[in-house]
């Protein structure tokens, strides 16, 4: 009988062995920064109705992909509601936002049917991806040793590309400002070339990303 996984996450077995190596590769992501996200295709509930959805037909669009633990739960709810509150934002941005968990398709269905007052979440405004498999939430590197997703965020270019991510605990819930802070950089970046400093906000000053293009704005900045 194989060894259970120590608190690693590895197998006590002996290297090489074939329990060992499928250990390896279920802690062994696949999205990374700077690497093209990993493509799927997963039913959803977009507006009401079950659809399949594909990461790779965004393409030409930003891509904001959020997982969350569980449906039903504490902190899920607030975070689902406040992204999809902001969607017409990100709509503005070229950006899409999807959001998944391992619950199925019924019951993401079941709790935008139950009232926000109860811990509903009420109608959403983008699609709630159903990763019964969890083979998204595994490939995505978020899926933790209790089987459920933790609150990975991953902002993906019009190219595919993963450009940022987020990974918090279970009791963390994230800012739904910050990942619209993110979009804006990296379309700042995109369009000027230029990079973005601590805190950067739509407005404020960035700088071209060499010695001689950066003076002025560490001039600016060393006087602060």
């Not at 039913?43 to 990461?55: R, W």
């Not at 999807?98 to 019951?107: C, E, N, R």
């Amino acid at each position: 009988m194989p060894s259970p996984p120590s608190e690693s996450g590895r197998s006590a077995e002996p290297a090489g062995s074939s329990a060992r190596n499928k250990q390896d590769a279920y802690h062994s992501p696949r999205a990374q920064v700077g690497q093209p996200a990993p493509d799927f295709t997963a039913t959803a509930v977009v507006n009401g109705q079950f659809e399949q959805v594909q990461l790779s037909n965004y393409r030409g669009k930003n891509v904001v992909l959020f997982f969350w633990p569980l449906d039903f739960t504490f902190v899920c709810p607030t975070e689902i509601v406040a992204f999809g509150e902001a969607a017409t934002k990100f709509a503005e941005r070229n950006t899409v936002v999807l959001g998944a968990s391992i619950d199925s398709q019924f019951t993401h269905l079941a709790w935008q049917k139950t009232p926000r007052s109860e811990g509903g979440l009420g109608k959403v405004g983008f699609p709630m991806i159903a990763d019964l498999t969890k083979e998204i939430s595994r490939t995505y590197g978020v899926l933790n040793e209790g089987g459920v997703a933790l609150r990975g965020l991953f902002l993906i270019d019009g190219k595919g590309v993963v450009r940022h991510m987020l990974v918090n605990d279970l009791p963390l819930g994230r800012s739904v400002d910050e990942a619209l802070r993110m979009v804006d950089a990296l379309m700042h970046f995109e369009k000027h070339g230029e990079v973005c400093p601590a805190n950067w906000k739509p407005g404020a000053k960035a700088m071209k990303p060499d010695p001689q293009g950066s003076k002025s704005f560490f001039q600016e900045w060393g006087r602060a």
